[in-house]
């Protein structure tokens, strides 16, 4: 986060003016993201780890606010703190309930990966067939 923060810091407001119109990013419209973060930033930024999508363009956009890196770094903290402490409890109960080997763990990241690559394959053919159906 503190590489994106600088990212943006040094380099974020030339390279938004520079090719911002190619992705539609308006002066306007700059202006209004600008005016918005920097009015919510300390929520932004804490809460921002719950919205996929606003968790990963913080930073860059805090360093183009000008956001004191102090205050960047305190309040990404927290939310850091917020969003993995939910996990680690879970995960802490919940290793409690299920007994699982050590020695099979590994294979479990397989396991998932496999039932992903299926679920994929899936709706590629499901989409193919569809496709099909409409052009006849």
Request: hydrophobic share 45%; glycine share 10%.
């Amino acid at each position: 986060m503190l590489i994106a923060y600088f990212c943006g810091k040094y380099i974020g407001h030339r390279f938004i003016k520079k090719y911002g119109r190619y992705v539609g990013i308006t002066e306007e419209r700059w202006e209004k993201v600008h005016r918005n973060y920097t009015k919510n930033v300390r929520k932004t930024i804490l809460f921002g780890f719950y919205l996929p999508g606003i968790r990963q363009i913080s930073p860059y956009f805090a360093g183009i606010a000008k956001i004191p890196l102090g205050e960047f770094f305190l309040f990404s903290f927290l939310g850091t703190i917020i969003w993995t402490m939910p996990f680690i409890i879970a995960g802490y109960y919940a290793g409690g309930i299920f007994n699982i080997n050590p020695k099979y763990v590994p294979y479990s990241g397989v396991v998932f990966f496999a039932v992903f690559l299926l679920y994929v394959f899936i709706k590629y053919v499901k989409k193919k067939q569809k496709m099909k159906k409409e052009s006849d």
